[in-house]
């Protein structure tokens, strides 16, 4: 059988509550109402497929990492690695990350197959390559990468 992620979500939060699991309590709490808040969203209420959470849980980790480094620039380091923290409980139901090789692998086989040239071609090489990378890359990172192999 298999398992949906939100019932992932919630069995893990049981699990957390048993535990006295003070980080990963508050993290996926946070996590489920996140998810709730996007299903809510909308005209219609509607009941989000697993990808869509990834993409949801993706949101919130960027969102910690960049608190995480705004805590630390303001000298709060106790907040920062209390962010540090969320984002870690959280990336674990993440598809695994692609390494810095893979994603230039993939980006270089987009090239090719979109025939693109030169910088203006970032667009097109962007449809080619996202849809590969989905959940797996950071956006920016990805358009680093193209942006890298077009220039050269």
Known sequence: ?????????ESDLTSALKAHDDVRKRTLRMALAAVTNEEKAGK?????SDDEIVKVLAREVKKRKEAAEAFAGGGRA???QAERDEGAVLEAYLPQQL???ELATLVREAIA???AEGPRAMGAVMK???P??????DGGRV??????????
């Open 44 to 48: 219609t209420e509607r009941t989000l």
């Open 143 to 152: 358009a680093a990468e193209v942006k890298r192999q077009l220039a050269s």
């Open 99 to 101: 390494s810095d090789d």
């Open 132 to 137: 590969k990378v989905a959940g797996r890359a």
């Open 128 to 130: 080619v390559v996202n």
């Open 113 to 115: 197959e979109s025939g």
């Open 1 to 9: 059988m298999v398992v949906m992620l939100k019932e992932q979500l």
């Open 78 to 80: 106790e907040q920062a």
